[in-house]
Every structure is written in structure tokens, then in C-alpha cells.
């Protein structure tokens, strides 16, 4: 949720994009060769429903669930036209056509019939009113179905042809009166999640086979139960159907977030200035030096300050440089690292020596892994029998720009309110540096977003599930990872991400299912696997790294575990000291 996929929709239609001036924008358009029809999946497609479904079978409501879906595509579908239609000579095209009145009149007396609408002035804007007044009308045209040959026709008639069909001849009445006999339109289903059951699988089948001049762009939840009904011969693969789009990334390079996430939280960083009315300020400056990343930009932007200190700063893996001293403090108080470094018979004291590739396998490839035990490990010196975990109340290890930007998951709508809080209050206006404790404060506070959400958000029934509430098991699976990492023995590449095996009962599934859809979960897809699931069996999974501050867990993909396994080392601690802040 909140990924982008309303906005990414929303601009594909051509009333948006006639008024997008951004540099880009010229380019774009041109590819874009079709006209956008944006249809948000109405919650009142299931409450008419509800309403009636107490005097009426199941079956009985399926023609008025029908009715009402296919008016609510027709008024998106007239609403587009009209727009098409209606605009001035000097607007920059997109799509845009001319059609006179008495054309217009033709098309909409053609219109009204098929669709046996009653109008007064043919015109597309009286069109849209009628289909409005139809939706409106629903439940009455349920109640008088039964008593009433003219509304039980309407039914059969919806019924019978296939949804799309309406808006095929749609399309290619209109077409032919604009004069494009071609012209592909896009139906852009917005949260179809939410949508009747047998529209998503209806959707989903259209996929396989569709009118030429037809488009689906379906917005979906990672997480969809009938993406997998379709095992048949003739069902629709991503192979040769259909294409899927990723909105998340599941792991980062080997040294740092990917270049377009991370050039996406550039430009959310300087959207977010321009909307305080703030001058520009490179985030690699004003959010500082992040403690467990090499900064890199992703432009020649750097302020001068930055790399005037660059030159003047020992080198990062000299025992006096950042990477270098970290590396040493690990070693001397940690056993088990100590252990490791000496198997691999490097000196630390000159890694800045090594060759680049035998550095980068053996040093730079674990350096958030170093980052994280050092932050939080107390000394084995200090407590021999359980060297455990160091209480830390503040977020340090994950504030600077570098671990900002991959905390956030390039999520667009959690990266504008944290970088709002960040923003907000009395701040320099030339030479701008955010404090440690205001980032750790707005991190904080969208850690305890997050977590309000997975307390709250309900699964089934969440008082008698045997599985526990979404927060209870990411709780078990964030405290599993953190012991990977922090207490037990070192590992260059710790357990942080887990499979959905066959012992994962079906409570615990259902939540996770939610979690998935609520971005609690992240999917690590293998290969060329499918994005969207209809099972979690047998997949693999990481936690969203918003919950790494909370959990005190690396920044990093690795190794994978049963989540049977986790499940099984006992219930979470509850113990509100043992995490960063309470979940509950």
C-alpha cells in the first residue's frame, strides 16, 4: 500500500497528462499511444451488495453485482470521451479529437439504446449523468427485478455478454465516429483487491485472450488468491499475456541501495523542499554521513564542502578511518569475529592494502554486518557467560541519507511523510544540516506508524487465531534475525530472511498474507518467478526494512530459514525493553 500504483495510474489518462509540464513529460507522451481509462474498484460494488443480500440468494446477486461494476466502467469509459471531445484547440493533444454536436448526438442516441438508458438531450455529458443515475439505482432495480420484465432484462442482458464486450462496441462506435478505427484504449483497474471476487478472476482471465483494441493494467496487491485459479492449458502467463510490474525492490546491490531507488529518493528529497519552500540542499549534505554505508551519490552534485573533507579524511579502511577503526573495535571485543578475521588471515590494520577484489569479498561484503554487531554487542570482556545486545533507545545506526534511502524502500507516500517530519520546524535556510535526533525522532515515528498498522489491522478472526496477530509473529521473526546478527556466533552472512514452509499453519499464513499487502513483508522472488502470488508456500520472504530500527537488523539480504524454525524457539519476548520501542 501506498507504493505509487494509484499515481501511476492516474497519469496514464489523457486529462492528466495534458497538464504534466515535467522536462520528461514531452517524451513520455509520445509513447504513450492510447487513452487512459482510470477505474478505482468502488467499495460500494460489495455495500450495495451487502445491503440486499439478506432478502436475495448468492446467486440472485451476482447479475446486480454485474449491473453495477459495468455501469461504474461505462461512466469511466463516457467520462474519457467526453473529455476527448470537449477540449480547446490550444491544449497540447493528448488524445484530444473533434467531433461536432450533431456527430455527438448520433453517437450518444447509439449509446443509450444499446444500453437502454433514457435521455433527454443527446449529448455525452447527458449520457454520463444516466449512468450515474443507474448506479444509483441499483438496489431498486434488484428489488423490481422479479416484478418487472424491463429491469429483468436489463439483468439477462448483462449477464449473458462477457463485461469487456460492453465496452468493446464502446470503443468501436467511438472510434469510428472520431475517425481512428485503431485506437487502443486502457482500462487502468485501481486496487482491484478490494473489487468483487468474480471481477478479479474474470479480469485476470481476460489477460489470456482480449479485444485487439483493448489494454488491461491491473493494480493488484502483491498477495492475490485468484492469480493461480488459471493452471489450465489456455490460461494467461506472464510469458506471453501479460507483463509484471515490481514496485519494490527485494535487495540491494552488494554495497549499497540501487542506483534508480536511490536516484527516486533524490527526487523525493528535493520535491520535499520545493513544497517548504526551501532551496535546494543535497541530501548527502543535509542529512550527513550514514554509519553504516560509503556515501555515493548517484550525480556530480556533491557540495564542495564534501569533498574537501574527502580528501583531508584518512582513508575509510586505514585503522583511522571509518570502516577501518570499526573493523578493530569488532575484532577486540568480539570473539567470534576476532575468530573469523584470523581463519581468513587478514590483518586489519592493513585492509586498506588489500587488493580491491579480495577487499571486496572478504571486508566491504560484510560491512553491514560489522555495522549492526558493533552498534548493538557489548563486550565478550565485559560479560563472558552472555555478551547479548547493547540497549539501544536511539536509531543512529540507521540516519544519513545512504540508510535513510534504504530504510524507506523507495516507498513513495512513507518516504514524503518522513522526510515532512524531517523538514518540519525552524531550519537554516543557507547552509542546511539535519540533526541525529530529528531524523532519529521522524524514524521513530514511522517505525510506530508501521506498527500501530500491523497491531490494528485486523486478519480473520485475530482473538482466536493460533498464530498470533501480524505483530506478534514479525515481532518473532525481527527478534530471530537480531539474534542471528548480534548474539550468537559471528557470520558473514547471517539468517535474515525466511521461507514459508509446509508446517506454517493456516493462521499463520492468513496474517502473513496481510502483512505482505501491507508491506510488513517484503517477497524475494527467484529468478523469473512470478511477482504476484496466490500462495506464500514455499516462498521467500525478508522483513520490510522500515522494521530494521525496531529489530536492530542489518540492511542486507541474506541467508534463509524455515519460518517453521523461527516459530518454533518459542513465543516473542513481550519484553518491551528488549526492542527499540514498543510494538505494543
Not at 540491494?252 to 534508480?260: F, L, M, P, S, T
Not at 588489500?354 to 553491514?368: D, F, Y
Request: net charge neutral.
Amino acid at each position: 500500500r501506498g507504493s505509487g500504483k494509484t499515481t501511476l495510474l492516474k497519469m496514464l489518462q489523457p486529462s492528466t497528462l495534458a497538464h504534466w509540464c515535467a522536462a520528461e513529460s514531452a517524451t513520455i507522451k509520445e509513447r504513450i499511444a492510447y487513452t487512459g481509462v482510470f477505474i478505482p474498484a468502488d467499495i460500494s460494488w460489495r455495500e450495495q451488495l451487502s445491503s440486499l443480500s439478506r432478502e436475495s440468494r448468492e446467486d440472485d446477486l451476482r447479475p446486480i453485482s454485474r449491473l453495477a461494476v459495468a455501469t461504474s466502467i461505462l461512466h469511466a469509459l463516457v467520462d474519457a470521451a467526453s473529455w476527448r471531445i470537449s477540449q480547446p484547440e490550444d491544449l497540447a493533444h493528448c488524445r484530444r479529437v473533434v467531433l461536432t454536436r450533431e456527430r455527438e448526438a448520433d453517437l450518444v442516441r447509439a449509446m443509450a439504446k444499446q444500453w437502454e438508458l433514457s435521455i433527454e438531450i443527446p449529448s455525452m455529458l447527458s449520457l454520463k449523468h444516466a449512468l450515474s443515475a443507474r448506479f444509483g439505482a441499483i438496489p431498486d432495480i434488484a428489488k423490481e427485478a422479479g416484478r418487472r420484465s424491463q429491469e429483468q432484462g436489463l439483468l439477462e442482458k448483462v449477464i449473458v455478454a462477457p463485461l469487456l464486450s460492453h465496452v468493446s462496441h464502446f470503443v468501436e462506435v467511438f472510434n469510428d465516429f472520431v475517425g481512428e478505427p485503431e485506437g487502443k484504449w486502457a482500462l487502468l483497474f485501481d486496487e482491484l483487491e478490494i473489487a468483487p471476487d468474480w471481477l478479479q478472476d474474470e479480469l485476470i482471465r481476460s489477460t489470456r485472450s482480449i479485444d485487439q483494441k483493448l489494454l488491461l493494467k491491473l493494480s493488484l496487491s502483491p498477495y492475490n488468491k485468484f492469480v493461480g485459479l488459471q493452471n489450465t492449458g489456455h490460461s494467461p502467463d506472464s510469458l506471453n499475456d501479460f507483463d509484471q510490474i515490481q514496485l519494490w525492490y527485494a535487495n540491494r546491490d552488494h554495497y549499497g541501495i540501487r542506483v534508480e531507488q536511490k536516484q527516486f529518493c533524490e527526487s523525493m528529497w528535493r520535491s520535499a523542499l520545493i513544497a517548504k519552500g526551501l532551496p535546494y540542499s543535497n541530501p548527502y549534505k543535509a542529512l550527513g554521513e550514514s554509519y553504516s554505508f560509503e556515501e555515493t551519490s548517484t550525480s556530480n552534485n556533491q557540495p564542495s564542502t564534501s569533498k574537501e573533507k574527502a580528501k583531508s579524511a584518512k582513508p575509510a579502511y586505514s585503522p583511522e578511518g571509518k570502516w577501518g577503526r570499526r573493523f578493530l573495535e569488532l575484532y577486540q571485543k568480539d570473539k567470534s569475529f576476532k575468530e573469523h578475521i584470523d581463519k581468513l588471515g587478514i590483518d586489519l590494520r592493513n585492509i586498506a592494502k588489500m587488493p580491491e577484489l579480495a577487499r571486496a569479498r572478504a571486508i566491504r561484503k560484510v560491512t553491514q554486518v560489522v555495522a549492526t554487531r558493533d552498534f548493538y554487542r557489548r563486550s565478550d570482556i565485559e560479560d563472558e557467560n552472555d555478551p547479548g545486545r547493547r540497549s539501544r533507545k536511539s536509531f543512529e545506526l540507521y540516519v544519513g541519507a545512504e540508510s535513510l534511502f534504504a530504510v524507506s524502500e523507495g516507498h513513495p507516500r512513507w518516504l514524503k511523510i518522513l522526510f515532512a517530519r524531517i523538514l518540519d520546524g525552524e531550519l537554516p535556510r543557507d547552509m542546511m544540516k539535519i540533526s541525529i535526533p530529528k531524523q532519529n525522532a521522524a524514524l521513530m515515528a514511522s517505525a510506530h506508524r508501521l506498527s500501530a498498522l500491523l497491531k490494528t489491522y485486523p486478519v480473520g478472526d485475530s482473538r482466536t487465531a493460533r498464530g498470533g496477530s501480524i505483530l506478534k509473529i514479525v515481532q518473532r521473526i525481527g527478534e530471530y534475525f537480531h539474534a542471528e546478527v548480534v548474539k550468537g556466533d559471528f557470520k558473514p552472512e547471517p539468517v535474515s530472511t525466511f521461507i514459508v514452509d509446509s508446517s506454517t499453519s493456516d493462521d499463520v499464513l492468513e496474517s502473513l498474507q496481510t502483512a505482505l499487502n501491507l508491506g510488513a513483508i517484503v517477497y524475494v522472488p527467484d529468478g523469473d518467478s512470478e511477482i504476484a502470488l496466490s500462495s506464500l508456500r514455499g516462498k521467500r520472504f525478508r522483513l520490510s526494512y522500515w522494521l530494521a530500527p525496531v529489530f536492530g537488523i542489518p540492511l542486507v539480504l541474506g541467508k534463509a530459514v524455515a519460518l517453521s524454525a523461527i516459530l518454533a524457539r518459542g513465543k516473542a519476548s513481550g519484553d518491551e525493553n528488549n526492542l527499540l520501542l514498543p510494538l505494543e
